[in-house]
Every structure is written in structure tokens, then in C-alpha cells.
């Protein structure tokens, strides 16, 4: 164990990063369930991996806005897609889904086959590279994330356009796998929404964006001192603390239950 490994330096910005994808993905996931689409983020960001993938192909590697422009454009397509066969195919979409990952994953190896750097490209698109992640680099992702939720909460843009949830979800994806890896776009987006999938409102989303802020440091702080992949060790800290959180929220919720039942009874 290396104590000297928590070093703020490297651990602030990769932990800032986690708490910039919380910011839209724990808003973002409680959607996602209501709709029983588990999965669609796995697919778009998937996708957004091909433009990444196809952008180093072509040598577009040195920009970062060629490169951004590309997963942006291929996420959208995809989601688009998805919008359209939701409309189309509503009963199978969650199986027309799981489709389109394999597609889109099976798309990212065939890129890859004769590139020597394939095997390091495709892990680090999965699992990400949250340590290398700095300051500088979240500016950008942080103004985009900003109005993203400005256009959800404030504008209520859901309301009026059916398909700008498909169109948000692809930009906030997109820019969330190039940070933390495909790995923890879907477990930051699920585990936390799942685990307070019975609470309401604002409270919802406070306590599940909470959730994963303790999982990010515990698993950013874990893997440092173990010398283990940041991004593994963090996915298996949302889980391990989403089963915690889930069994004392259970308890919590029987407590409340049978004290609301309990009759009141007046002194004669």
C-alpha cells in the first residue's frame, strides 16, 4: 500500500472529471430507467467510439476538435437511429439496442485489426484514462455539460422536442467516454439512478449524484494506494456502494413504512 500515491495533483482533476459526468448522467439515468432503455448508453457511447476510432484512422488524431466533431457526429446518427426505431419498433427497442453495441463493437475491432496500437485504443476507450485527465481538459467538457443541462431543466427543451432527449443524451455520452472509458459512462449512469430509484424529485437526484461522488473518491483513492486501473477499481466501487447504500435504504424505507402505518392513538 502506497500512502505517497494519493497524490491531489493527479487525483483532483482525474475526481473533478467524475463529478463533471455525474453532473448530467445521474439526471440522465433516472430517464433512462423510466423509459427501460438500460442499455442505449452502451450503445451510443459505443458509437461515439467509432468516430474516435475513425478520426485517429484518418490522422485526425493531432486535433482535438476533428476528433471531437467526429464521435459527436457518429453518436448522433446513432442516437437518431434509436429515436427512429423507438417510434418504429417501440417494443424491441431494447433488443434493437443490445443490436447496435454489438454492431458498433464489433465496427471498433474490425478499425482496429491492423493497427499495432489496436489493443491499447479499444481498452483505453473501455476502461478510459481518468488519471491523465487535467484541468485544462475539463474546461470545455464542463461548458458543454453546462448547457446541456441548462437546455433540459431551464429551457425544458425535452418538452417540446420528443427527440432532444436522444440528441442530449448523444453529446453528454460522447464527451463522458473520452474522460472515464464506455465502462464507467454506463455504471455512473445506471448504479447511481438505480439504487435511488424509489425516492422522488430533487432528493432523487442529490442523493444519487452523492452516491457517486463517495464511490469516484473511495475508488480513486483505492486505486492509487493498490497501483490497480482507475477506472475498473471505480466501477467496482459504485457497485460495491450501491449494494451498501441499497440494503440501508431498504431498511430505512421499512422503518418509515411501518411508523406511517402505526394508528394513532389519543388518551381518553
Request: net charge positive.
Amino acid at each position: 500500500m502506497n500512502w505517497q500515491a494519493l497524490d491531489l495533483s493527479i487525483l483532483g482533476p482525474a475526481f473533478a472529471a467524475g463529478l463533471l459526468v455525474l453532473s448530467t448522467h445521474v439526471p440522465l439515468g433516472r430517464l433512462v430507467l423510466q423509459r427501460g432503455i438500460i442499455f442505449i448508453d452502451l450503445a451510443v457511447a459505443q458509437i461515439a467510439g467509432i468516430g474516435v476510432i475513425a478520426a485517429d484512422q484518418f490522422g485526425w488524431d493531432s486535433s482535438p476538435w476533428q476528433v471531437q466533431m467526429a464521435a459527436v457526429s457518429t453518436a448522433i446518427l446513432g442516437a437518431m437511429l434509436l429515436r427512429w426505431t423507438e417510434k418504429r419498433f417501440g417494443n424491441i427497442q431494447e433488443a434493437l439496442i443490445g443490436v447496435l453495441f454489438v454492431l458498433a463493437a464489433t465496427m471498433s475491432l474490425l478499425l482496429l485489426a491492423n493497427n499495432p496500437h489496436g489493443g491499447e485504443h479499444l481498452k483505453d476507450l473501455l476502461v478510459g484514462q481518468i488519471l491523465w485527465v487535467s484541468y485544462e481538459q475539463l474546461i470545455p467538457a464542463a461548458i458543454i455539460y453546462a448547457a446541456l443541462l441548462f437546455s433540459w431543466f431551464v429551457l425544458k427543451i425535452g418538452d417540446r422536442f420528443p427527440s432532444a432527449f436522444y440528441l442530449i443524451f448523444a453529446i453528454a455520452v460522447t464527451v463522458s467516454v473520452q474522460l472515464v472509458g464506455v465502462y464507467l459512462v454506463f455504471t455512473s449512469l445506471i448504479v447511481p439512478a438505480l439504487v435511488m430509484r424509489k425516492l422522488q424529485g430533487t432528493q432523487q437526484l442529490i442523493y444519487a449524484f452523492l452516491l457517486g461522488a463517495c464511490a469516484y473518491a473511495l475508488g480513486l483513492a483505492a486505486s492509487a494506494l493498490f497501483d490497480l486501473p482507475s477506472g475498473a477499481v471505480i466501477v467496482w466501487s459504485l457497485a460495491i456502494c450501491g449494494v451498501l447504500v441499497s440494503i440501508l435504504l431498504k431498511d430505512q424505507l421499512k422503518k418509515t413504512n411501518s411508523t406511517q402505518k402505526k394508528p394513532n392513538i389519543k388518551a381518553s
